[in-house]
């Protein structure tokens, strides 16, 4: 038995062409265009890169995007003061503060800080009360993409036992939350599993749709899944390889080699979960703005 791939890259592209014919329509009828602005604090490679990319992609959709750059040691109140600016600011429509930032700094508080309806990270208490309630609102976007992706391949939620292994606040919690709701992409019994599981290999065998965002690499194995299960591995790790010009590879928190012949569909590493979460991240951007300007 071999998976079928879930192409992360192709569904991401459908749902950031759709994006870009609305925000067309939309900025011909108001004469406004979606604003993305990203706060960096510090210098992590990783987050220049992200904020890059989610840059370069607000632009190719059509949509305005901004970086403000902030020092490594900027100290809270000025990071919240420029918050606090943008929250003010008629023509940003969503505010994203990259994460991590660095140790001095609160980002919970921060977070917190952010104007609700700028919210596009999905990550404001009131947005995580919405989720949890059933209502609409900006959903973080990793998960978004997830059950996005289950839609895109026809994979049956309703009824299903699902298991996400990892219990964060931008991914295990909500991820349990969207599996569970009512409806398309829903409507699955569900248990958040971690570190702390007892014979967590057993509850994840148990499991017809596993979401893996624990963070550790190839920690589930083939033989921790139910044959024909759906796998959606969220994590991206890096792990030495001197066989690699460059001393690494990427591998997610799934063995994908022993689990690809045992699951009925599964994500790679790269190109799996990761492309949907700047996707989804352009679509809340784009609803944010159709709320403010309508």
Known sequence: MSATLIDGKAVAAKVCEEVRVEVAEWVAKTGVKPNLTVILVGEDPASQ????????RCLELGMDSEMIRLAADTPQDEVA??????????????????????DHI??????????????????????????MLGLDGPKPCTPFGCIRLLLEYGIETRGKRAVVVGRSNIVGKPMALLLGRKGAGGDCTVTMAHSRTPDLAGTIRAAD??????????????????????????????????????????????????????????????????PMTIAMLMRNTLELYKKTVE
């Open 106 to 131: 609160d980002s919970d508080a921060l977070i917190e800080r952010i104007s609700p309806d700028k919210d596009v990270d999905g990550l404001h208490p009131v947005s995580a009360g919405r989720l």
């Open 209 to 274: 749709i596993v979401v893996a965002a624990i963070g550790r690499p190839e920690m589930i194995t083939g033989d921790m899944i139910q044959p024909g299960a759906t796998v959606l591995d969220v994590g991206i790790n890096r792990v030495d390889d001197p066989t690699r010009e460059r001393g690494y590879r990427l591998a997610g928190d799934v063995h994908f080699e022993s689990a690809k012949d045992v699951a009925g569909a599964i994500t790679p590493v790269p190109g799996g979960v990761g």
């Open 81 to 102: 003061a420029v918050i606090d600016r943008l929250n003010a600011d008629s023509r940003v429509h969503g505010i994203l503060l990259q994460l991590p930032t660095p």
């Open 49 to 56: 890169v992200y904020v890059r990319n989610k840059n370069r």
